[in-house]
């Protein structure tokens, strides 16, 4: 007898349980499979020592040699350095033409860059972009004292998720727990400061010390300042997510997006005239065990139904 209900059950349960599957299945696969392409990953090519990375856009959408585009990006381009005095506070942005052929683009200095280094900085990263990203309308360029970026489509105001670059430094940390439980808190305060900037500026430079090793980490962020503070700071805390997967164990490294960046070093990197000290909360770098670190790593749309549906796949099979 108890054999006949434990088969009865038995086969109940498979009889609910597969075409519970069956209905559950295309649905999480036809939700999983455009989410592999929805934010390109740290993509983009560097110079061997990093003074340049660059991403060119990773469509087909081109301009031909000669085209109307090709004429408003040339001029929109040569005037980040040629005018002078519209630049203010390292910032420029501009858009020339109509329709197809309307060129956006914009170039931000690191906030702590004198002028005229920036305008340096343009016209080096320009020749840069021109050599490598030939007849492309879209292209990133992320040199340590500056950014430009140019686009076909509206780029003003908008947090550009898209391209991600990522530069970690080539040492690792002396105690990469305890420099973590330190590193973020510091971006994060840095963070609220740079998101409250004004439509000028919006950046922030600081250090804190690793009370356990002794060591300082020093940090800037920044943001385009067309981004208002919500955009700004959601920005900055999506880099300062993507810490542990671009930097992890380092004692450096670069988080680069089009719309936002940040940079921490063991040493000092940029003028010392823009460095604070940033009190924490707390006993960073505490090997107590009590220590806690406020760093995620981001789990992306894909990762996370690849999950959901592996857990789907395991529970179903525990009805067989």
């Not at 879209?138 to 908008?158: D, E, K, M, P």
Request: aromatic share 8%.
């Amino acid at each position: 007898m108890t054999n006949n209900i434990h088969t009865e059950f038995s086969y109940r349960k498979m009889g609910y349980s597969r075409p519970l599957l069956f209905f559950i299945l295309p649905i999480i696969l036809g939700l999983h499979a455009p989410a592999i392409a929805d934010v390109d990953v740290d993509n983009g090519v560097c110079t061997s020592r990093a003074d340049y990375c660059w991403s060119c856009s990773g469509t087909n959408e081109t301009f031909n040699n000669g085209s109307n585009y090709e004429r408003n990006l040339h001029t929109v381009l040569s005037s980040f350095s040629s005018n002078k005095t519209e630049i203010n506070s390292g910032f420029y942005n501009s858009s020339l033409g109509q329709g197809p052929e309307k060129v956006n683009a914009m170039a931000l200095c690191r906030g702590d860059v004198p002028l005229n280094d920036c305008h340096t900085c343009f016209n080096e990263s320009i020749s840069i972009l021109r050599q490598n990203c030939t007849n492309q309308k879209q292209a990133t360029i992320w040199a340590q004292r500056c950014t430009v970026h140019y686009s076909n489509v509206s780029i003003f105001g908008v947090a550009e998720d898209d391209p991600v670059k990522f530069v970690p430094g080539p040492t690792n940390a002396p105690n990469a727990e305890q420099f973590k439980q330190v590193l973020n808190p510091l971006v994060v305060n840095l963070s609220g400061t740079a998101a409250a900037g004004d439509s000028m500026k919006k950046f922030a430079a600081g250090h804190a010390l690793v009370p356990a090793t002794n060591q300082t980490i020093y940090a800037i962020v920044q943001c385009t300042p067309d981004l208002d503070r919500q955009n700004c700071s959601e920005c900055l805390d999506e880099a300062i997510s993507d810490i542990p997967q671009c930097c992890e164990g380092k004692e450096g490294g670069r988080v680069l997006r089009p719309s936002c960046n940040l940079r921490f070093e063991s040493n000092l990197f940029y003028d010392a005239a823009s460095d604070s000290l940033v009190n924490l909360p707390g006993k960073q770098g505490n090997n107590t065990g009590n220590g806690t670190s406020n760093i995620t790593t981001k789990v992306s749309p894909s990762s996370f139904l690849g999950l959901l549906l592996s857990l789907c796949l395991s529970s179903a099979y525990a009805f067989f």
